[in-house]
């Protein structure tokens, strides 16, 4: 990467691999805009990995550019073709369209950065400068090792994701040493900070803006505290949903440097946050009920997260207010959804109505409380990542 002193931030160096013409040429014309990104050379078609392991090593380059639209299966290869070679080049994927689906398969594949026309000086610059920072990361405080990232998400509100989530961080906290942060990135209904009758001045959204400067004196300001755990409550008064890509990665990848266990409560499955989420994440957990109308809008999830390319290994289903009475066992459900069951919880009205009353955890005595600790304790002990490596 080349230093610049200049305002307009840092000279990256890049290999153009577009097979789109026309996307390739809209690319480099608006490139003088920003003065940003230099292309060093360019591949009017998708290489063999042999090829563009050459290209490679005789241009150096800062980042490869790569045309992720025009064949997505062959650009996903060479994405993770380059991000596998040592001291490897970032990847920008370039489309003509923003298609939401593209977006969560490329950042999922490891692309640093996602841009499309008209490739604005403004949308360059931002681009560069995050680039950067991966190119020459700024030195932290070293606090741990990188933590798990664990996601909790719903089929349709109210299933309970979120007591879930708060409770299953409580107890991994109590049952593992270590450091648990909980972040609630519902912008618009998150209820965790109402849940743990926290006040804070700062949310997840101040943590998100300022993703890029995060440092351990500036992090203890942000985040509030719950008993044992800290947390990144969702704002008070709801937020437009426009979080972004780029500062979402930022803010959780700092989060593993500091805890051992970060548990992420999101919107609905499907939702823009969700998938970003998940995306990042060790494990993702859907939470159902065992109503059918919960049961079908989570067999139609996991099907759509399938064709977006998530690892069904790495997806589980939690059923929330489980009854037998209702005649569906577990098996059944596994059949059903196409994959585990990680738990079923006990509905239990009067201790969760207790708990968020007083803002306190779970009545250790509770069904739903000794559930929880099961699932925390399996958790904890690497039991999903045993099944998710032996798959």
Known sequence: MSDRNDSMGPLVTGLLVCPDRALAQAFRAALPSAKVFQVLAEI???????????????????????????????????????????????????????????????????????????????????????????????????????????????????????????????????????????????????????????????????????????????????????????????????EPELIDAAQLHDLLEFSRLGYSWVIVDTPVVLHRTSLLALSESDFGFLVTTSELASLHLARRAISALEQLGFDKQRLYVLVNRYRKQDGIGREDLERIFGVRIAAVFPGDFGAVHRAVSLGEPLDDGSQLARAIEAFAHQLSEGRFERIANAA
Do not use: M, N
């Open 44 to 238: 009017d078609r998708y290489p063999s990995e042999q090829a563009l392991g050459i290209r490679l090593r005789q241009v150096k380059p800062d980042v490869v550019f790569l045309d992720v639209a025009t064949e997505w299966e062959t650009s996903e290869r060479l994405l993770k073709f380059v991000l596998a070679q040592p001291s490897h080049p970032e990847v920008v994927a370039l489309s003509r369209e923003r298609l939401p689906e593209l977006v969560v398969q490329a950042l999922r594949a490891g692309a640093a950065e996602f841009l499309t026309p008209p490739f604005s000086a403004e949308e360059q610059r931002e681009a560069a400068a995050r680039i950067a920072r991966l190119l020459a990361p700024q030195k932290r405080e070293p606090i741990v090792q990188r933590g798990k990232l664990v996601v909790f998400s719903s089929t349709k509100p109210g299933c309970g994701a979120s007591t879930l989530a708060l409770h299953t961080a409580f107890w991994l906290g109590r049952v593992q040493a270590g450091r648990v942060l909980v972040i609630d990135l519902d912008l618009s209904a998150g209820i965790l900070g109402f849940a743990a009758k926290l006040a804070p001045s700062r949310s997840v959204v101040d943590a998100l803006k300022l993703s890029s400067q995060l440092g351990r004196g500036l992090w203890d300001s942000l985040v509030s505290h719950w008993y044992h755990l800290e947390v990144l409550p969702a704002p008070a008064v709801p």
